[in-house]
Nanobody
């Protein structure tokens, strides 16, 4: 069993930056894939970025490429999402999720473990 806890959300002006963290307990992220999703009010939950801990692979949604960077610290069992040049349309609750295995999927249904979410609000 993996427990995930996100932190680092908040209110920021457009053009600003935030770094989200996702700490895992129960197991380490080794041999797992972990991802960030987000859900804006009234919208479906969407894939943002993913990290394959086994091979270091990374994937990003087109909407965040060049602005967001996903990374991980295996010693701390913590995943990060550095978000730069934030825009009002990035406003959402951000969730981390994980699955056993090495493939990054963009489908919400592929992930067994979820955090509680952290709110990111970008003002214009």
């Amino acid at each position: 069993q993996v427990q995930l806890v996100e932190s680092g959300g908040g209110l920021v002006q457009a053009g600003g930056s935030l770094r989200l963290s996702c700490a895992a307990s129960g197991r380490t992220f080794n041999y797992y894939t972990s991802v960030w999703f987000r859900q804006a009010a009234g919208q479906e939950r969407e894939f943002v970025a993913g990290l394959g801990w086994g091979d270091g692979s990374r994937q990003y949604a087109d909407s965040v490429k060049g602005r967001f960077t996903i990374s991980g610290d295996s010693a701390r069992s913590t995943m990060y999402l550095q978000m730069n040049d934030l825009r009002p349309e990035d406003t959402a609750v951000y969730y981390c999720a994980a699955r056993a295995g090495t493939t990054i999927f963009a489908s919400r249904a592929s992930y067994s473990y979820w955090g509680q979410g952290t709110q990111v609000t970008v003002s214009s």
